[in-house]
Nanobody, 123 residues
Framework: VQLQASGGGLVKPGGSLRLSCVTS????????IGWFRQAPGKDREAVSC????????YYEDAVKGRFTISKDNAKNTMYLQMDNLKPEDTAVYYC?????????????????WGQGTQVTVSS
């Protein structure tokens, strides 16, 4: 399973970015998917997930209402639309996939990871 993340960059506060993650070697339609991030000096944290079992989505409180997770099964691609970005969103963002019975948005349960893409929010 391979995941390739892209779309990061430098953006001013209030700006937007869309992260993409192309997957290969797995069926995205039958996977629990997630985006995670790690800021300098901090532990990796979950940002958002789509739980395959029941289709629910999870968002970390700090990004609710600003970020949107989605996927295109036909393209084997997952996305994270990030709007109204804040300096505290600065981090390396990782996409990840897990088995369809994975029902928690916790990095330890995701075996497949992309390489990370840097998002920097600064004026």
């Amino acid at each position: 399973v391979q995941l390739q993340a892209s779309g990061g960059g430098l953006v001013k506060p209030g700006g937007s970015l869309r992260l993409s993650c192309v997957t290969s070697g797995s069926n995205l339609e039958r996977s629990t998917i997630g985006w995670f991030r790690q800021a300098p000096g901090k532990d990796r944290e979950a940002v958002s997930c789509i739980i395959h079992k029941d289709g629910t989505t999870y968002y970390e409180d700090a990004v609710k209402g600003r970020f949107t997770i989605s996927k295109d099964n036909a393209k084997n691609t997952m996305y994270l639309q990030m709007d109204n970005l804040k300096p505290e969103d600065t981090a390396v963002y990782y996409c990840a996939t897990a088995a369809p019975l994975t029902v928690v948005c916790v990095d330890a349960f995701f075996p497949n990871w992309g390489q990370g893409t840097q998002v920097t929010v600064s004026s």
